[in-house]
C-alpha cells in the first residue's frame, strides 16, 4: 500500500458504474485507534459494489437516511435510517439501495487504511462504462495490495434478484 500518512481527505464517486459517492471524514492518522469513517451516498435502485470481500477490514454501516438493503453470506436484509450493519471482514457482502429515497450512511472502517481504496480507485476508474485492460490490471493491483477481492460476475443477478437498475443515472 502507498504510503497514507501526507494523503488528503477526498470526495470521489466509484463503486459499480461509479453510483457510491465516498467522502472521507475521518482518516486512520486522525487518531490512534486506526478507524476511518467515510460518508457514502448511492441513489434509488442503485447497486454499489459486486460481491466482495475483505481480509483485513470490518465495516459498520450507520443508515443516516434511506434504506440499505445488504447481502452477507447467503443472508439478505434491509437496514432502516437509524439502524446499523456489520459487514465483517472474510465474508462476500455487498450493498444496494431500495429506494425510493437517497441512501446516506457512515461507514465505519476499522483498521481504517482501506478508507484510502475509494481515492486511489477513484484515479483508476474511467469517468465512464468498463476499465480499459489498462485499468483493470492497476485495479487488480489496487485489490491485491489491500487484499480485497470482487466478484464481478455476481453484478447480473444482484441487479436481477434486487430489481435494480442497470446503467447509470
Given at each position: 500500500m502507498t504510503d497514507t500518512t501526507q494523503r488528503e481527505k477526498y470526495s470521489v464517486s466509484v463503486g459499480f458504474n461509479r453510483n457510491l459517492g465516498a467522502e472521507l471524514k475521518v482518516a486512520p492518522r486522525d487518531g490512534e485507534n486506526e478507524v476511518a469513517?467515510?460518508?457514502h451516498t448511492?441513489?434509488?435502485g442503485k447497486l454499489a459494489a459486486p460481491l466482495h470481500r475483505h481480509t483485513n477490514e470490518?465495516?459498520?454501516s450507520y443508515i443516516i437516511e434511506g434504506r440499505m438493503g445488504v447481502q452477507e453470506g447467503d443472508?439478505?436484509?434491509v437496514v432502516e435510517a437509524g439502524e446499523s450493519a456489520v459487514k465483517g471482514r472474510g465474508i462476500w457482502h455487498t450493498f444496494w439501495?431500495?429506494?425510493p429515497e437517497s441512501l446516506r450512511f457512515l461507514e465505519i472502517?476499522?483498521?481504517g487504511d482501506f478508507a484510502w481504496y475509494f481515492a486511489e480507485a477513484?484515479?483508476?476508474l474511467p469517468d465512464n462504462g468498463e476499465p480499459d485492460a489498462d485499468a483493470a490490471e492497476k485495479l487488480a493491483t489496487l485489490h491485491d495490495q489491500y487484499e480485497f477481492e470482487l466478484c464481478p460476475e455476481s453484478v447480473p443477478e444482484l441487479i436481477e434478484q434486487h430489481g435494480l437498475e442497470t446503467g447509470e443515472e
Open positions: 469513517v467515510v460518508e448511492l441513489a434509488p470490518d465495516e459498520i443472508n439478505t436484509f439501495n431500495p429506494g472502517i476499522t483498521p477513484d484515479e483508476i
